[in-house]
């Protein structure tokens, strides 16, 4: 167990040998790959935001656009400050017309509270911190719908990026078909009290062997899917002085939100429209494939031509690909995949590597299920 953001977080489960989990990172890792695994992720924070103005204040708050969103939809955005630079990076549910969720990194929960506060202006809206007040799992893997169709047939059939509200036995479940590792799933949002219960439910097939759809992950885990996958994390690939546009986002920013008549322009939207008019980033976010079996570590620098050029953000020895895995931000003009870079690893015997797209998997895209 680690504390992270105030929350005791497990690195990994480890299972009596009676019921043959195995155990550890790579073995996780490798369950949610090749079958199912459950994620507790409470500490996420959850925001509600409900008034008149909700969409004009989340399209003041959201680089994505929020008005034409329909209702069981989510998105992902980036939010902003002034100057570019990546406050966190949320998911946007939207309920009702004037009624949104959304989902933020833990450890900027209290910082985007304040934020929004101090974003109303003379808008109609009320944010409300409902973190303590719910609990939220991720159940990520390529059989996992085949477990959840044992509960509900609609579910299965949802598209990425929906979601439904569901009332199962005496909880109210949110539940959408979005996740965090780069494989199918669910993410869902219930009552706090009530989270024991739905882990004894969907747990209940654990038994012998390897073939059980759906063991328990821990945090250890969900950071190497999330790193092959090569989705950000907050405090690596973002920050507040990272500019928006080297992070490879460009889907979740719409930089012209206030061309309409009703249009509302995004916090930072203007110091990114100078970036861009300028030519871009100096930086852009790239993946490196490490030649043998050494991992590299986050700021790590990278050279090329003996100049530094960069800095490693993420690593890990990849349990799919099996072999070491980087992302790191490089100069613009060494961004190229096939380039060839040099990271110092502060000792004497540096590790060599070559710029890749991102990102290292991809799991085939899934099919919402007919009715």
């Known amino acids: 167990m680690v504390e992270f953001a105030g929350w005791e977080m497990p690195i990994m489960y480890r299972w009596p040998d ?55 939809q989510c998105r992902y955005s980036l939010v902003c400050n ?14 009702d017309d004037d009624e949104f969720l959304v989902v933020v990194n833990a450890s900027n929960r209290e910082k985007l509270l304040a934020h929004f506060e101090n974003s109303k202006g003379d808008l109609v809206v009320e944010c409300e911190d409902r973190t303590a007040k719910t609990a939220m799992v991720a159940i990520q893997g390529p059989r996992v719908m085949d477990l959840i169709s044992r509960f509900s047939r609609e579910i299965p059939t949802l598209k990425r990026y929906r979601f439904v509200e569901k009332n199962y036995l005496i909880m109210k479940l949110l539940v959408s078909r979005t996740g965090y590792t780069g494989e199918d799933g669910v993410e869902v949002i219930l009552p706090a009290n009530m989270v024991g219960m739905a882990m004894k439910m969907l747990l209940k097939d654990i038994g012998e ?45 719409n930089l012209d939100k206030d061309a309409d008549e009703r249009g509302e322009p995004f916090i930072g939207m203007e110091a990114l429209k100078k970036t861009r008019d300028a030519g871009g980033p100096s930086e852009r976010l790239v993946g490196l494939l490490v030649d043998g079996k050494r991992t590299a570590r986050a700021h790590m620098s990278v050279h090329a031509g003996g100049k530094h050029i960069g800095e490693v953000t993420s690593a890990c020895l990849s349990p799919t690909l099996e072999r070491p ?47």
């Open 18 to 72: 009676k019921i043959g989990g195995g155990g550890g990172i790579h073995e996780e890792h490798k369950q949610v790959r090749r079958s199912g695994g459950f994620f507790d992720v409470s500490h996420m924070g959850r925001v509600r935001v409900k008034g008149r103005h909700a969409r004009r204040f989340l399209e003041r708050i959201c680089t994505r656009r929020i008005s034409d969103m329909q209702n069981g």
């Open 82 to 95: 002034g100057n570019g630079g990546v406050m966190d990076d949320v998911l946007v549910y939207r309920l």
């Open 209 to 253: 062997g390897d073939e059980t759809i759906i063991k328990p992950a821990g945090l250890g885990c969900r950071d190497t899917l999330r790193m092959e996958a090569g989705m950000p994390l907050y405090g690596h690939e973002l920050g507040e002085n990272i500019n928006a546009l080297a992070s490879g986002l460009d889907f979740a920013m």
């Open 325 to 371: 895995i980087a992302m790191a931000y490089m100069l613009a003009e060494h961004a190229e995949p096939g380039t060839r870079v040099t990271i110092d690893t502060g000792k004497e015997n540096k590790l060599e590597a070559e710029v890749c797209p991102l990102p290292f998997y991809k799991a085939p895209k899934p099919a919402a299920k007919a009715n």
